[in-house]
């Protein structure tokens, strides 16, 4: 390995808030007592962005003035991976970086409801009716602009701030949060967009944290390992991200932080394989084997490159390891690891 100076990341601009004790419910669940009479955002809340973030902050708002638990309540699986489950979407937060994010924005719960052909043919009125009133017991609900729902998406804000109205529930419909500089409007669509060209600090700038992915650190072909740069390797299923060299955080299971740099691609100078993200961390050895891990994406140092030999290679990595270095030095965009 080369020599370190690493500096963990230290400061406000750099931690994550606090983590809380988050209430998850699942269905087939009593509504707890910590969540009974909530108000709760409603959405899928891919990447929980700042624009979702919007929609927390109502409902903590909302719920604290009215002495009430806030909440989200989302839906498991998203439902593109429900219509169309033979084509891979590329989500910014599967199930459990979406909980872990929640946990850090000071919320008192999570319903989270299984999407299946159920609920897909559930009608706007049953969904308020029966789901939102009777199943859950909420008081009053927020969602964003373009939220649709109900059999067919026949449910608008404006069909839900009536249905809300005849069964005694609050509704607020927050506005779309605009970007700054010009740039694209806050989107999940738009964060995928920026991942998929590599532009990781403008997908950070619109998520207002760094974007991360979870893994389980699998065997590999060991080959780091000679090359002076041992990787902890974890598969991304229907990952977009461009495949490139990135500058890294990473939380490894015992809580611990480090600083790294990942490949995320095929490898194209031995083998051409399946999309892998092969992580080296700075001054580390360990096992990390069949730990589970989060890695932080800080900014993207350049794409995937074929070398015509493993010396080329490896002089590039030392390269890429100290472009990394001097990056996250200086980088202050916040946390959602610790």
């Known amino acids: 390995m080369p020599p370190s100076d690493e500096t963990a990341a230290t400061g406000s601009a750099a931690s994550a808030p606090p983590r809380s004790v988050l209430i998850v419910n ?52 998203h439902p593109r991976e429900f219509f169309a489950p033979d084509v891979g979407m590329f989500r910014l937060t599967d199930e459990g970086a979406k909980l ?30 029966r789901l939102l009133k009777d199943e859950l017991g909420l ?35 927050i506005e779309p949060v605009a970007a700054e500089c010009g740039e694209v409007p806050v989107s999940s669509s738009a964060i995928r967009a920026a991942l998929e060209a590599g532009d990781v600090a403008g997908a950070n700038r619109l998520l207002g944290f760094r974007w991360f992915v979870q893994g389980v650190v699998r065997h590999g072909d060991k080959r780091g390992r000679t090359l002076g740069f041992p990787t902890a390797n974890v598969a991304l299923p229907a990952c977009g991200l461009a495949h490139g060299i990135y500058a890294v955080r990473v939380r490894l299971a015992d809580g611990a932080l480090r600083e790294g740099v990942a490949s995320y691609g095929r490898r194209p100078t031995f083998d051409n394989g399946a999309p892998l993200l092969e992580t080296t961390l700075f001054d580390f050895s360990g096992d990390l084997y069949g730990q589970r891990i989060a890695v932080e994406f800080v900014g993207f140092l350049r794409g995937e490159a074929r070398f015509d030999s493993a010396e080329a290679l490896v002089a590039q990595m030392h390269e890429d390891a100290a472009q990394a270095r001097a990056l996250l030095a200086r980088d202050e965009v916040p946390s959602m690891l610790g």
């Open 26 to 77: 699942r269905d087939g669940e009593p509504v707890p007592e910590g969540l009974r009479g909530a108000v709760a955002a409603i959405g899928n809340f891919d990447g929980l962005h700042r624009g979702h973030r919007a929609l927390i902050a109502a409902v903590r708002e909302i719920a604290a003035a009215a002495g009430r638990p806030s909440a989200v309540l989302t839906f498991e699986p």
């Open 100 to 129: 872990a994010v929640l946990a850090r924005l000071g919320i008192d719960g999570v319903f989270v409801r299984r999407f299946d052909a159920a609920l897909a043919g559930t009608s706007a009125a049953a969904f308020v009716g």
């Open 139 to 173: 008081t009053g609900v927020v969602i964003g602009h373009d939220f649709h729902f109900g059999r067919g998406r026949e449910g608008t804000p404006a069909v839900l701030q009536a249905l809300c109205a005849e069964h005694g529930l609050t509704c607020r419909v």
